[in-house]
Structures are given as structure tokens and as C-alpha cells.
């Protein structure tokens, strides 16, 4: 599977219909696997008939001329450091698009520095672009495991949490989901997981997250195509869905298996 700026179309018609894709700072947030949702994304793109255009942007890059969805992950707070400049600069251009409607998953480190603000456990403080009504302390104890979560729109969700920022939510943001148990999910104290406001998602789960919840990429993907297009449409011969119910059987086994695995 490859992650390409432009790719041939497996539309059975003769139409191409891009959707492009910003990938934000792959070389320093992107750990934990979170390149698997962009492969995923990627992937089901193609099989339900739109043409992804990835655009892996790095600092000083050029910005894309055409953003249909926004994809970024996680990093150490070394990398949240190293991106600051670029992203305080990009800041008004996501906050527009946001404000457009493009569909937006951030992971982790971006989570956080997509709110007010994040405070390192050494007191610097890196400032956010209050996308999301949320901010973040770094704290002693790390929050790593499995983790189920239950969400009023996607149902249950799975993934694999490591952060030991801990992350309260504003009166602005909802949360993705709740979390039954003590110390896990956004700071181990109020049961929620993760951050939304309209179409921007925000979730400590790392880059399982869409290959084992495909209703969030599809989430994703039906945002964009109706930012693009202003409607979705699925167009597939009987191969493509065939493979599509492959992979969505893969993802539900998948998600049993770390159901059943302790923290």
C-alpha cells in the first residue's frame, strides 16, 4: 500500500474524483503506527471510488492548494517543540479549514497542540491553536494500554493510549467518547476520551485507531467528499467491495483481539 501525492484511479467509471489529503508533519509526529491512518484512509478512498492525493507536509513545505481532510499524529514533546514555529504560522490556515467543515483527525501530540495550550512537565508551555476547546498538563503518570471507549456517534471505539499529558476539556468541545474505568482515557479523572467540535476529532488513540474503527475513516471520508463535492457517492465494482468487506472483517477480529487484552 502506498502513500503517494497522486495516484491512478480504481473508480470503475471513467471519472476521477480526487480527494486530497494533508498529512501534517509525518517526520516528527508520527509515532505509535499513526501512519496506519493514513494507509487506511488511503486505502478505503480508492475502494469506495475517490482518488487520495496524500500531501505529507513537513516544516517550510509548501501548503497544498487544495485540502479536502487533515490527518496528523503524535509525537514526543521534542517533536511538539520542533513543528511550533511552522504550526503557530499554518495556525489561521487550519482554523479556517476547520471552520469550513474539512474533516480533521489528530492524534496525541497534535491533539493537544490543536487546543489552548500544552504545559511540559518542566513548566514550558507550548501554545495551541484552539481548534479545540481543551488544554493539556504534563504529569508523572503515563497512561498506556488498550483501551475501549464508548461513543455516542461511532458506537464503541478501540485503540492503544500512551500519553502522560493529561488533557481537560472546555464547555466548546465534546468528548469522543467516555471511558468506564480510572486512570485512562483524556486525564484519568473525568471518564471522557478525546475531543470534538463539528468535524475535527481529536483522541489519544494512536495510529489503530482507523484500521480497527473503519465508521471513523468512512466518518472522515463522507466529510470530505462532501466538502469537495457536496455530496457522497460510493462507486465500486464488485471487487472493490468485496476487498472493502474483507478489510472490514479484519478490523472487527482485530477488535475483539485487544477487547480481550488487559492494559
Given at each position: 500500500?502506498?502513500?503517494?501525492?497522486?495516484?491512478?484511479?480504481?473508480?470503475?467509471?471513467?471519472?476521477?474524483?480526487?480527494?486530497?489529503?494533508?498529512?501534517?508533519?509525518?517526520?516528527?509526529?508520527?509515532?505509535?503506527?499513526?501512519?496506519?491512518?493514513?494507509?487506511?484512509?488511503?486505502?478505503?478512498?480508492?475502494?469506495?471510488?475517490?482518488?487520495p492525493r496524500i500531501h505529507a507536509y513537513n516544516q517550510n513545505d509548501q501548503w497544498p492548494?487544495?485540502?479536502?481532510?487533515?490527518?496528523?499524529?503524535?509525537?514526543?514533546?521534542?517533536?511538539?517543540?520542533?513543528?511550533?514555529?511552522?504550526?503557530?504560522?499554518?495556525?489561521?490556515?487550519?482554523?479556517?479549514?476547520?471552520?469550513?467543515?474539512?474533516?480533521?483527525?489528530?492524534?496525541c501530540g497534535l491533539y493537544q497542540l490543536f487546543g489552548k495550550y500544552f504545559e511540559t512537565?518542566?513548566?514550558?508551555?507550548?501554545?495551541?491553536?484552539?481548534?479545540?476547546?481543551?488544554?493539556?498538563?504534563?504529569?508523572?503518570?503515563?497512561?498506556?494500554?488498550?483501551?475501549?471507549?464508548?461513543?455516542?456517534?461511532?458506537?464503541?471505539?478501540?485503540?492503544?493510549?500512551?500519553?502522560?499529558?493529561?488533557?481537560?476539556?472546555?464547555?466548546?468541545?465534546?468528548?469522543?467518547?467516555?471511558?468506564?474505568?480510572?486512570?485512562?482515557?483524556?486525564?484519568?479523572?473525568?471518564?471522557?476520551?478525546?475531543?470534538?467540535?463539528?468535524?475535527?476529532?481529536?483522541?489519544?488513540?494512536?495510529?489503530?485507531?482507523?484500521?480497527?474503527?473503519?465508521?471513523?475513516?468512512?466518518?472522515?471520508?463522507?466529510?470530505?467528499?462532501?466538502?469537495?463535492?457536496?455530496?457522497?457517492?460510493?462507486?465500486?465494482?464488485?471487487?472493490?467491495?468485496?476487498?472493502?468487506?474483507?478489510?472490514?472483517?479484519?478490523?472487527?477480529?482485530?477488535?475483539?483481539?485487544?477487547?480481550?487484552?488487559?492494559?
Amino acid at each position: 500500500m502506498s502513500i503517494s501525492a497522486q495516484n491512478t484511479s480504481t473508480n470503475p467509471t471513467d471519472e476521477v474524483r480526487p480527494i486530497d489529503v494533508l498529512w501534517l508533519y509525518p517526520r516528527d509526529m508520527n509515532i505509535y503506527g499513526d501512519t496506519g491512518n493514513v494507509l487506511t484512509v488511503e486505502r478505503r478512498l480508492k475502494l469506495q471510488g475517490y482518488e487520495p492525493r496524500i500531501h505529507a507536509y513537513n516544516q517550510n513545505d509548501q501548503w497544498p492548494e487544495h485540502i479536502d481532510m487533515v490527518l496528523g499524529g503524535g509525537g514526543q514533546d521534542t517533536g511538539q517543540k520542533k513543528i511550533g514555529e511552522d504550526f503557530q504560522r499554518r495556525a489561521d490556515d487550519l482554523r479556517k479549514l476547520a471552520a469550513e467543515g474539512v474533516p480533521m483527525l489528530v492524534i496525541c501530540g497534535l491533539y493537544q497542540l490543536f487546543g489552548k495550550y500544552f504545559e511540559t512537565q518542566d513548566g514550558t508551555k507550548i501554545e495551541g491553536i484552539s481548534i479545540l476547546d481543551a488544554y493539556t498538563v504534563g504529569r508523572d503518570v503515563r497512561m498506556i494500554g488498550n483501551l475501549t471507549e464508548t461513543s455516542d456517534d461511532f458506537g464503541q471505539i478501540v485503540g492503544y493510549e500512551n500519553h502522560s499529558g493529561q488533557t481537560f476539556l472546555g464547555k466548546g468541545a465534546q468528548p469522543l467518547g467516555t471511558v468506564a474505568g480510572e486512570g485512562m482515557g483524556n486525564n484519568g479523572q473525568d471518564h471522557t476520551e478525546g475531543a470534538r467540535v463539528n468535524n475535527v476529532i481529536g483522541t489519544y488513540m494512536h495510529g489503530s485507531l482507523c484500521p480497527k474503527n473503519p465508521a471513523i475513516a468512512d466518518f472522515l471520508i463522507r466529510k470530505a467528499a462532501e466538502h469537495r463535492y457536496g455530496t457522497y457517492e460510493v462507486r465500486q465494482t464488485p471487487e472493490m467491495a468485496a476487498e472493502l468487506a474483507r478489510i472490514d472483517a479484519d478490523a472487527h477480529n482485530a477488535r475483539e483481539a485487544a477487547m480481550q487484552r488487559p492494559r
